[in-house]
């Protein structure tokens, strides 16, 4: 039997490259870290600080990205992927824009491309973004793009957690924290965060296990029972009936 996978949120991405931690070496993390941590998101909620374009394994082998490559000016919002999510009112509606894309071009280790993609930036603010984008590679961490059915467990804790607290001032940063935990358990991982309050919310919601160290409180989503989620899927359905949500160019991403 495999060991799970170790995935690691923001803050704890962030904490490894400041201390050079070599104990993430092999990790995973999913789209919505990878976009926290190179920069991409803005704060406006359906626009983004840049764009990395969609390209796909088979292109991306091939000598396709030298010809996407734009040095010196920004891709558009048009040549990525999107996922446009509506809360039926309740809050703003979010567009996360790239959730393939930064997965390709992490797991594809594609560095050319990359570098085209912030060439425009200001100096000093690529170089950081760079060296972040390389910290990735050099410990071989992988991206994980969320999945339609990630999202209804987002959903799901939401709703769970908002009977014991308010969301965030800035509800995308909750709604971002939930995805990162939905991935992790629709991945069966380990979840490293250093956000104890969040995470004992979470652990407790999927009765899973939590082992506490003086930085960080890792959730233990690997012994969940397989039923666990669906069974409440099946019983009310979408948690939020108002709620949509579109991907755009998703490929493989549903299932």
């Not at 990395?52 to 040549?79: A, E, T, W």
């Not at 570098?115 to 170089?127: F, L, M, N, P, V």
Request: aromatic share 8%; proline share 4%; with cysteine.
């Amino acid at each position: 039997m495999s060991k799970p996978k170790i995935f690691l949120d923001t803050q704890i991405l962030i904490g490894a490259i400041q201390r050079q931690n070599p104990s993430v070496q092999n990790s995973s993390i999913s789209s919505v870290v990878a976009s926290e941590f190179l920069g991409t998101l803005s704060a406006d909620p359906i626009n983004a600080n840049y764009y990395i374009p969609i390209v796909g394994q088979r292109h991306m082998l091939m000598d396709f990205p030298n010809r996407l490559r734009r040095r010196g000016h920004p891709f558009s919002k048009h040549h990525t992927d999107s996922v446009k999510m509506e809360f039926g009112g309740l809050h703003p509606p979010i567009i996360h824009f790239g959730n393939l894309a930064i997965s390709d071009i992490i797991n594809l280790r594609s560095s050319a491309l990359f570098d085209s993609t912030i060439s425009h930036i200001a100096k000093e603010k690529r170089k950081t973004i760079k060296k972040k984008f390389s910290f990735l590679l050099d410990h071989n961490i992988e991206c994980i793009p969320f999945t339609k059915s990630a999202i209804i467990i987002a959903q799901q804790l939401l709703s769970s957690l908002k009977e014991a607290q308010s969301p965030k001032q800035n509800f995308r940063n909750s709604w971002n924290d939930l995805l990162i935990a939905a991935t992790a358990i629709e991945s069966a991982a380990h979840l490293f965060t250093n956000d104890k309050l969040l995470a004992r919310q979470i652990a407790d919601h999927m009765n899973a296990k939590t082992i506490v160290s003086e930085n960080s409180i890792a959730i233990d989503f690997s012994a969940k029972e397989s039923q666990s989620i669906r069974s409440k899927r099946e019983s009310k359905g979408y948690i939020n009936q108002g709620w949509r949500v579109e991907f755009s160019k998703q490929r493989h991403i549903e299932r």
